[in-house]
């Protein structure tokens, strides 16, 4: 079992509609969960990062988070083209920020 | 914010030769810097966490002999991938954070190994 699964998709939404990404993890004793976008070819950057249950909005964008389930998800609203992009889950792994483990990502479209 | 530079860019060369990555923190001091690896359509895979003044810690199944860090400066790691071959081509990248509180990603390196 990989510590980190996501819905790779591709998955492809109409300009406006809501893109729901979603990500489960094997470690029950995970704290701390990320959400990158990355490019074709470039690096990722972080687009938001959840550590309690529920939900944190940030913009358009939404992480929830379900420890029990072990799931988090991610929700685009009003998505737009430049939102097109692949999208990673990522889990850190013991105390260290910098050690995490990734889903393979979901490539996400949206087409106008 | 804080920057991560990576250079270079994209680098190609002949198996059997050696390559040298280069990753800095820009405008903060980084103990510890992360290389992760990426192979197509696959998801980043930590390779080691790189120590200011120490040895690097290497994560499981990957070769220290073969990819040699060095972290001899507050804002300075390297990546050595030795006697390179065409299974090592892949996109390599590293990070660093100036508190606890956000990873910033370096701008990744594309190795072809012919």
């Known amino acids: 079992q990989k510590e980190v699964e996501q819905n790779s998709g591709p998955l492809s939404v109409p300009e406006g509609a809501i893109a729901s990404l979603n990500c489960t993890y094997s470690?029950?004793?995970?704290?701390?969960f990320f959400w990158y976008r990355q490019y074709s070819g470039k690096s990722p950057e972080l687009i938001m990062s959840i550590y309690s249950n529920g939900d944190k909005e940030d913009g358009r964008f939404t992480a929830q988070l379900n420890k029990a389930s072990q799931y988090v998800s991610l929700l685009i609203r009003d998505s737009q083209p430049s939102d097109s992009a692949t999208y990673l889950c990522?889990?850190?792994?013991?105390?260290?920020?910098?050690?995490?483990?990734f889903g393979r990502g979901t490539q996400l479209t949206v087409w106008p | 914010g804080a920057v991560v530079s990576q250079h270079p860019s994209r680098v190609i060369c002949k198996s059997g030769t050696s390559v040298k990555i280069e990753c800095r923190s820009l405008d903060f001091q980084a103990t510890t810097m992360f290389w992760y690896r990426q192979f197509p359509k696959q998801s980043l895979m930590l390779m080691a966490t790189?120590?200011?003044?120490?040895?690097?810690?290497?994560e499981q199944g990957v070769e220290k002999d073969k990819f040699l860090i060095n972290h001899a400066s507050l804002t300075l790691s390297t990546l050595t991938v030795t006697s390179a071959h065409p299974e090592d081509s892949s996109f390599y990248i590293c990070?660093?954070?100036?508190?606890?509180?956000?990873?910033?990603f370096g701008s990744g390196t594309q190795l072809s190994v012919l």
């Open positions: 470690d029950r004793g995970s704290q701390s």
């Open positions: 790189s120590n200011e003044g120490s040895k690097a810690t290497y």
């Open positions: 990522a889990v850190k792994r013991g105390s260290t920020l910098g050690r995490l483990y």
């Open positions: 990070s660093a954070r100036p508190t606890n509180e956000k990873l910033f």
